[in-house]
């Protein structure tokens, strides 16, 4: 009998498989151009490069096949059911989540059981999305649902962070101060955003056609790249006239890269300066294997439209499609002062040339990085009043969404 579940040989096992995809080829193709640089400069030296390359052949080929083998062999254990389940601890289920980010997209169209599906999860479990399940994942369920959307290489655990200093999550100041029901997303972050776009304005769907009472309103929170995933969505809901997108009341972006992220562009742009060298093409090739997710939060996409048949390696965050956003709710754009990964202007969806991702959103900036973003204190309170319908106090911005975001506090 065998088990499609994934295990911790899986982990394993596509680590194996990208050493060999990646590393082993990276470190080939860096000897062979420094091999070709120093028989180069020999008189004659056609002979020995011969023998030198038929030894390093066989020596390559031999670690490589031995990494194959290996990653075969943990396969095969674990799809029989060796090893301890991935989703068994929080370390081993982010770890899950951090090589989809990487390779999720290669997993995703290999059919690997290491891919991450995109389901509702509740207490660190999967929640079937029908009437039954809805129900027994959410005894209390209310008519009003807010859906919390993750970032890169994070996962619905991710919205805990430093929850003990805290004291409180998200879920806890909307359970106890609004009329909400959190529930939270977990997916694949290696895919294209508009393909998790697509899948998540399915979900909704689902979840307000199967939903316990009958939903009336509809929150959407994103960090980072859950925001692109968020617009995208309703992006997609909008294009197949989905039911679900007349009752969206808030859209809330934490750290969203609107018009791309900083990270990632100094990746690529690193990448462009190792291609120059033969020796270091290697390493920019290996740089350069990032998977659709990273490459889309370069450029800001959240439509198919924007990278389809696109050599997205070689442009900078050019082509951003206007997305229309819902005219009835209310965006709210929030930046981390300290964030190393995404621009307060990214996060503000404003360009320098006056253009914005979305003109009647507020724009907003706490104290703090990134990964806090996922849990603050004072978005905590704004948070409840934007899904309260109150404008909260502080929001600084909001009358002039065309310029970056001020800190709290000051004018």
Known sequence: MTSTAPRTAHTAAVAFG???????????????????????????????????????????AGVSGGLRGASRGLRRLADRGVG????????????????????????????????????????????????????????????????LVHGLGENDDSWDFR???????????????????????????GRHVSD???????????????????????HLVGHS??????????????????AWTEIVATVVCLGTPHLGAAMERAAHAGSRVLSAVPESLPFATVLGARSAGIVDLRHGYVTRDEWHGQDLTARWGDGRLAVAPLPHATYHFVAAAADLIVSG??????????????????????PGGHLGLLNHPRIAERLVGWVNGRPPALVTGSDHPHSTPTQEGRP
């Open 84 to 147: 301890r389940s991935v989703e068994s601890t929080p370390r081993t289920r982010l770890l899950r989540s951090a090589v989809n980010a990487l390779v999720g997209d290669r997993l995703a169209d290999g059919k690997d059981p290491y891919a991450l599906p995109m389901v509702l999860r509740s207490d660190g479990a999967d929640v079937v999305p029908d009437g039954a399940g809805f129900a027994r994942a959410y005894p209390a369920a209310t008519g009003e649902v807010a859906v």
């Open 196 to 218: 998790n776009g697509a899948e998540l304005s399915d979900l909704l769907a689902d979840l307000v056609a199967a939903w316990p009472v009958p939903v009336t309103r509809l």
């Open 18 to 60: 990208y050493a060999d995809d990646v590393v082993v080829r990276c470190v080939r193709e860096v000897h062979d151009a420094v091999a070709r640089r120093v028989f180069g400069r020999w008189w004659g030296g056609h002979v020995p490069k011969v023998a030198h390359d038929a030894v390093a052949s066989v020596a390559y």
């Open 345 to 366: 202007r990214s996060a503000a969806g404003a360009g320098r040339g006056g253009a914005v991702v979305v003109a009647h959103a507020s724009a907003s900036r706490v």
């Open 225 to 242: 790249m859950g925001g692109l995933v968020v617009r995208s969505a309703t992006a997609h809901g909008v294009a197949g006239r989905a």
């Open 163 to 189: 929850a003990q200093r805290h004291g409180r999550t998200y879920d806890d100041a909307l359970h106890e101060q609004t009329a909400a029901t959190p529930v939270r997303l977990r997916y694949n972050t």
